[in-house]
């Protein structure tokens, strides 16, 4: 299925962040089996979502300007208004649930990760 491949290469793309391990984006579209294109165009939702990320020359790796991570998973309603922040489910998730979302976040970024995945 669609969706699901797209949240494991984003849950893949957001592992590499953290340990500072992408390379550069052809490294990493070689790691994904997408495009170059197509990295840019994640790492430009994640960003749009939200997500600090900036990419160093000297050590060609993408990487998070501060702790955190990209949650991709659900958040209940009553755990998001918790305010929990332990684990995978939290408010990031709440935020970022877009299983749902993909098909208007892709048409309002104007970007064809359809016809590139």
Do not use: W
Not at 3 to 10: A, V
Request: charged share 25%; with cysteine; aromatic share 14%.
């Amino acid at each position: 299925m669609y969706y699901e491949e797209t949240i494991r290469r984003i849950e893949r793309i957001d592992y590499l962040i953290r340990k500072k391990g992408t390379g550069n984006a052809a490294k990493l579209a070689e790691r994904l089996g997408v495009s170059r294109a197509s990295v840019y165009e994640y790492i430009d939702f994640m960003r749009h979502k939200g997500a600090p990320i900036k990419y160093s020359q000297s050590r060609q790796t993408f990487y998070y300007d501060e702790d955190g991570y990209f949650a991709t998973c659900f958040v209940s309603k009553g755990e998001a208004n918790k305010g929990s922040l332990e684990g995978p489910r939290n408010i990031i998730s709440y935020l970022t649930t877009f299983a749902f979302m993909i098909p208007a976040l892709v048409e309002d970024l104007g970007l064809n990760l359809l016809y590139e995945l």
